[in-house]
């Protein structure tokens, strides 16, 4: 149980593009989902919270006009690099958290964005 | 700040032994901790938990240590297998719905045959 996917794996892609990013819980209702980035030989760094029908919460330092969250249902949070550049190039992890008290969250297997 | 700190970047174990990944926090505020295990190119997977309220909690060969006068927690792996080598994260967080967890840097587990 407790399994998310995201998708896509790897993406390649032109400066300028935008990229979007799913992240969705098979088999549990995750009223929220959390967008992390991770840099080489660094931890997981908080991009933003997403709680389903309602506004991400965004870290500081997180441009909202760039990283677009979208958290349309129990099950589905989508975050969309808009004009990516190669400075946006990383790896991208998504997590969702069911309800109840201590709850741990649960990855997807992240995504390499790589920005030619 | 570092607000959750894993001062050992690697640990090295020969199979069989005991493998101890130490984890240190700082806000007094957090009642929840978990430990993650991560592969290359892959997301965290969760291995085990464990509130505040507890200073132990044991599941299988993890098992995971709470002394919260210390700000100290620790994941032991009993008995250590090859396949256990990975990067083990220490997180923490507020029980509270929607709150984010916060990470240590990870320590590399290395377990030998």
């Known amino acids: 149980g407790a399994v998310v996917s995201q998708h896509p794996s790897w993406v390649i892609c032109k400066s300028g593009t935008s990229v979007k990013i799913e992240c969705r819980s098979l088999d549990f209702q995750a009223t929220t989902m959390f967008w992390y980035r991770q840099f080489p030989k660094q931890s997981l760094m908080l991009m933003a919270t997403?709680?389903?029908?309602?506004?991400?919460?965004?870290e500081q330092g997180v441009e909202k006009d760039k990283f677009l969250i979208n958290h349309a249902s129990l099950t589905l949070s989508t975050l969309t690099v808009t004009s990516a550049h190669p400075e946006d190039s990383s790896f991208y992890i998504c997590?969702?958290?069911?309800?109840?008290?201590?709850?741990?969250?649960?990855f997807g297997d992240g995504t390499r964005l790589s920005i030619l | 700040d570092q607000q959750v700190k894993q001062n050992s970047p690697s640990l090295s174990v020969q199979e069989g032994r005991i493998s101890i990944l130490n984890c240190d926090y700082t806000?007094?505020?957090?009642?929840?901790f978990l430990w993650y295990k991560k592969y290359p190119a892959e997301g965290p997977t969760f291995l085990i938990s464990i509130s505040s309220i507890k200073d132990k909690n044991e599941d299988g060969r993890f098992t995971v240590f709470l002394n919260k006068s210390a700000k100290h927690l620790s994941l032991h792996i009993v008995p250590s297998q090859p396949g256990d080598s990975a990067v083990y994260f220490c997180?923490?967080?507020?029980?509270?719905?929607?709150?984010?967890?916060?990470f240590g840097k990870g320590t590399t587990l290395s377990v030998s045959s």
């Open positions: 997590s969702a958290r069911g309800t109840g008290e201590y709850q741990p969250q649960h």
């Open positions: 997180a923490a967080s507020l029980n509270q719905a929607g709150t984010a967890l916060i």
């Open positions: 806000n007094s505020m957090f009642d929840y």
């Open positions: 997403s709680n389903e029908g309602s506004k991400a919460t965004y």
